[in-house]
């Protein structure tokens, strides 16, 4: 037993999850023993995507009442990858009565948000900002909390904070966009969704808009020919982008 135990803290440091549990298999009920191994075999299980094992053996942990932050939002992920989730964000204010921290708050805030509940996400990301004031996807998210409520001049202040704090990231450029072009600010969408893909090529959803007000406000041609390029980048939206063709365009 004590090797198979060596085995299995050597492998985890290597992050050879499925060996591991391979070895895990091998101790039968033994793991059970050593809640330390049971905590690491949830660890690996979650790594490799495997969200209702990992979910069972960390049930097994709060049970006997060996809690921690960590615990609770590795079971929170799992959870909201299980799509439950209600117990998701249970799992997340759990660990955060026992360490409030950013990530924790923007986490549950994440979550507010899948479920339509912005009012508590704009809260959460709020506290968040309060321990974190310069991190620069909190403002991210806050943006596309307003601008899902449908208030655009807050989604733009936030995303104008975002390019403050680093003006570097390509899907800020893009939602941006978004907020200008509902503005009827054709000029400046544009000029950010230029820019989003100058700083990274494969944004697909920025060259996309980009075809689209091209072909409605500048060059249907260019902007055909934007879109048709899209789609024979074999991206996974290509489908999609061929339906929007058709629909710019009833020939096509």
Known sequence: MKSKIETIKKLFIEENYEKMLETFFLMGEGVYEDLELLYSRALAQYRLGDFEAAKIDLNYLVEREIVSPMIYEIRGECNEKLGNLK????????????????????????????????????????????????????YLSKGVCYEKMGLNTDALLNYNKCIEINPNISNVYYNRSIIYYQMDLVKLAFDDLQFAIKLDPDNIDAIVNLGIIKYLNYSQKEGLIDLLKSAMKGNKNSLEIIEILKGLNPEF
Do not use: G
């Open 87 to 138: 117990l998701a964000i249970q799992d997340i204010t759990s660990a955060i009565k026992l360490n409030e921290n950013a990530d924790l708050f923007h986490k549950r805030a994440l979550m507010y948000a899948q479920t339509l509940e912005y009012e508590n996400a704009l809260k959460d990301i709020n506290d968040a900002i309060i321990i974190e004031p310069n991190e620069v996807n909190l």
